[in-house]
């Protein structure tokens, strides 16, 4: 049986990692924020060098590496005792970033619906991302064309995504009128 799965997808400062670590409060959920996890793995030498330049470029992982990096973020929280694949439901945050880590996704996680965050004004996105870069120290959020690079990524690649949901498996969210804790609660109720 496959452990179950929800997407949150969207460009890079949209609010998707805020809402799911409020959403991680609830026992049922487990957030993967799949880039921060990347990042902790790099720094602790024990993710493959090549990660990295992906990550530091704003370029999408490739497919190949996805599944098995997810599957050693879970097995640390499964030892931790933090996750329960019986009792859990993922909530993959900001990945996949393209169709191919979607299918590679797909094939070893049951994924039911797709919470898709949107901010319209592109100088408050990229406001958002570097405030979240001089807290992070983020390399990828501190150069405009690499923040560019990765919005365009995402939106190029969401419809090749989406195309594999039925549309009431789809909610949008409008993260740029609407406060986290709003959103929270609006998920909440939607996955209940």
């Known amino acids: 049986m496959k452990t179950k799965a929800i ?82 439901i993922l909530l993959f945050d900001g990945c996949p970033r393209n169709e191919q880590q979607f299918l590679a996704l797909r094939e070893a996680y049951e994924i039911s619906s797709v919470f898709l965050f949107s901010v319209q004004d592109k100088e408050l996105l990229f406001q958002r991302i570097k405030n979240k870069s001089r807290t992070q120290q983020r390399i990828d959020d501190q150069d405009d064309s690499i923040i560019q690079r990765r919005i365009d990524i995402v939106n190029k690649e969401l419809p090749k995504i989406l195309f594999y949901f039925k549309k009431e498996n789809i909610f949008e969210i409008d993260s740029e009128s609407m406060c986290i804790e709003d959103i929270a609660v609006l998920i909440s109720q939607r996955l209940n």
């Open 7 to 88: 997407l949150f997808l969207g460009s890079p400062g949209c609010g998707k990692t805020s809402v799911c670590k409020i959403l991680n409060a609830e026992k049922k959920y487990m957030h993967i924020s799949f880039g921060e996890e990347l990042r902790k793995n790099i720094e602790e030498g024990t993710a493959n060098p090549i990660l990295q330049e992906h990550i530091d470029n704003g370029f999408p992982i490739p497919p190949e590496f996805v599944v098995p990096e997810v599957k050693r973020i879970i097995e640390k929280y499964s030892f931790a005792k933090q996750f329960d694949p019986l009792h859990h």
